[in-house]
């Protein structure tokens, strides 16, 4: 079955660590994105990338970086830069940038700092 | 800039009742719209879409009209389960190539729905 496969399920940071969450999708979809969840906040986007090798900043990107080096990738780095990383982060692909049949997500990734 | 605005939540109904979450859009084009659904602990999951005006996107019984003279894409159910207990979420992809915002999803705060039975 195709789909988006996030991994790990839970994951915990202590102080000044970096952490990759990672992202693979098999649905052959150009666009891929990362967005990070909050509680009573909705869903924020970090960054995207419509095509590989680029990528760019969405409206909450400091303290990240993303690489995408392969259609099917698209890993998270959280740095020790964002001063507020435990969130729930949701990784998302799409054909045809979306428009006609949205976004399809994976189950996510439950980041805690220790 | 482009916005979705969703009815305040947490919304309680018990089993077998209407629903209707309201959900309004600010859109500079002319926005796809869409309704996800959130289970506990998972990913979202499309529930419903509408592509253009007067489209009417359904579902596992969910319905939602776009209407565009109100700028509305509210969702209702006629009888809910407990199984419906969720968080759900309004949003919208603007469809008009060259914009900035072009196939960039933008969600309304979400609403949480418990049913009772």
């Known amino acids: 079955d195709g789909g988006i496969t996030q991994s790990p399920k839970y994951l915990f940071r202590k102080e000044g660590q970096n952490v990759t969450l990672s992202c693979e999708q098999n649905?052959?979809?150009?666009?891929m994105y990362w967005y990070r969840q909050d509680p009573g906040q909705g869903l924020r986007l970090i960054y995207y990338?419509?095509?590989?090798?680029?990528?760019q900043k969405g409206d909450i990107a400091e303290g990240y970086s993303v690489s995408r080096e392969k259609k099917e990738s698209f890993p998270l780095t959280v740095t020790s830069a964002q001063k507020n990383p435990t969130a729930f982060y949701l990784c998302?692909?799409?054909?045809?940038?979306?428009?006609?049949?949205?976004?399809?997500f994976g189950s996510g990734t439950r980041l805690t700092v220790v | 800039g482009d916005s979705v605005t969703q009815m305040e939540g947490p919304v309680t109904l018990s089993e077998e009742a209407f629903l209707t979450i309201n959900c309004t859009y600010t859109a500079t084009g002319y926005p796809s719209l869409f309704w996800y659904v959130q289970y506990p602990g998972e990913g979202l999951q499309l529930l419903l879409k509408?592509?253009?005006?007067?489209d009417k996107g359904s579902n596992k019984g969910f319905e939602a009209t776009y209407r565009k003279e109100t700028t509305s894409f509210h969702l209702e159910k006629g009888s809910v389960q407990v199984s419906d207990s969720a968080v759900y979420f309004c949003?919208?992809?603007?469809?008009?190539?060259?914009?900035?915002?072009?196939?960039?999803?933008?969600f309304g705060q979400g609403t949480i729905l418990t049913v009772h039975p």
């Open positions: 649905l052959n979809h150009d666009a």
């Open positions: 509408a592509t253009k005006a007067d």
């Open positions: 998302a692909s799409s054909t045809d940038r979306g428009t006609n049949y949205g976004y399809t």
């Open positions: 949003a919208l992809i603007l469809s008009n190539a060259g914009g900035t915002s072009y196939g960039k999803l933008t």
């Open positions: 990338s419509q095509i590989v090798n680029d990528f």
